[in-house]
């Protein structure tokens, strides 16, 4: 039962007794007021919490696309440059940007060179595994 129906039965009651007592009457009121707030409130909160849900799944969904492409390339596990240091002579000083379309989805990505050096990744869009052998296109050019 609902606080509004508790209210509703209360003031049902006190219609059965007779109860013509003024105080009584506006305590009922104000109690009926409070559980309508209450239930307006209930279904405003109960709209955030989904909206809430549907912004951490997209946020989620961002930082799993940002997050999977910022790991340091250096195959070295005892790098700790992750590529922000000006002397580091690793694969991600390369401005080079490559397009590739993913064969499963038909989606254009734009990968760097270090991505292209580590030869795969998986296409953000589909999820297909990708692989690259820039070997067979450098042979072909000569």
Known sequence: MTI???VAHLKGLMEGLNCDDKVLNAI????????YDVEDVQDVLAEV??????????LEALENDYYEYDDCCCD?????CCCDDDDC???CDDDDLYEVECPACGEVICI???IVDEGEMDCPNCGEHLEFDMDEEEEDEE
């Open 49 to 58: 919490g989904e909206q809430v849900e549907l912004i951490d799944e997209d």
């Open 4 to 6: 509004a129906e508790k």
């Open 76 to 80: 070295d596990d005892d790098c700790d």
């Open 89 to 91: 002579d690793c694969c």
């Open 112 to 114: 760097d060179g270090c």
């Open 28 to 35: 009922a009121d104000i109690l009926e007021d409070l559980a």
